[in-house]
């Protein structure tokens, strides 16, 4: 088993800053990829970013090209969101994921992840 825990949400306004981390325990050596997705009101939860635990591969939705940035530091089992420009459409509960599979076409999915953590909230006002 793996457990997942979000910290880092808040509220801000547009413009501004969060960083988001997401703290891996358990059964971590046997997960090779780690993803945030985000979920607003009334809407499906989607791909923000992804990482590959080991190898440092990155990938990002079209919406967080350019502002966001996912990193992981293996030493503490911890994988980072750094939100920056951040807009009122990117207010959400944001999730981190993590699965076994490798590559890109697994880590951009919701539903190849089988362990998630409970989320935390941003709200980003205008």
């Known amino acids: 088993q793996v457990q997942l825990v979000e910290s880092g949400g808040g509220l801000v306004q547009a413009g501004g800053s969060l960083r988001l981390s997401c703290a891996a325990s358990?059964?971590?050596?046997?997960?090779?990829?780690m993803g945030w997705f985000r979920q607003a009101p009334g809407k499906e939860r989607e791909f923000v970013a992804g990482?590959?635990?080991?190898?440092?591969?990155?990938n990002y939705a079209d919406s967080a090209k350019g502002r966001f940035t996912i990193s992981s530091d293996n030493t503490k089992n911890t994988v980072y969101l750094q939100m920056n420009n951040l807009k009122p459409e990117d207010t959400a509960v944001y999730y981190c994921?993590?699965?076994?599979?490798?590559?890109?076409?697994?880590?951009?999915?919701?539903?190849?992840?089988?362990?998630w953590g409970q989320g935390t909230q941003v709200a980003v006002s205008s």
């Open positions: 994921a993590a699965q076994k599979t490798l590559g890109l076409a697994a880590m951009n999915a919701r539903g190849t992840y089988p362990y």
């Open positions: 358990g059964r971590t050596f046997t997960q090779n990829t």
């Open positions: 990482i590959s635990w080991r190898g440092g591969t990155t």
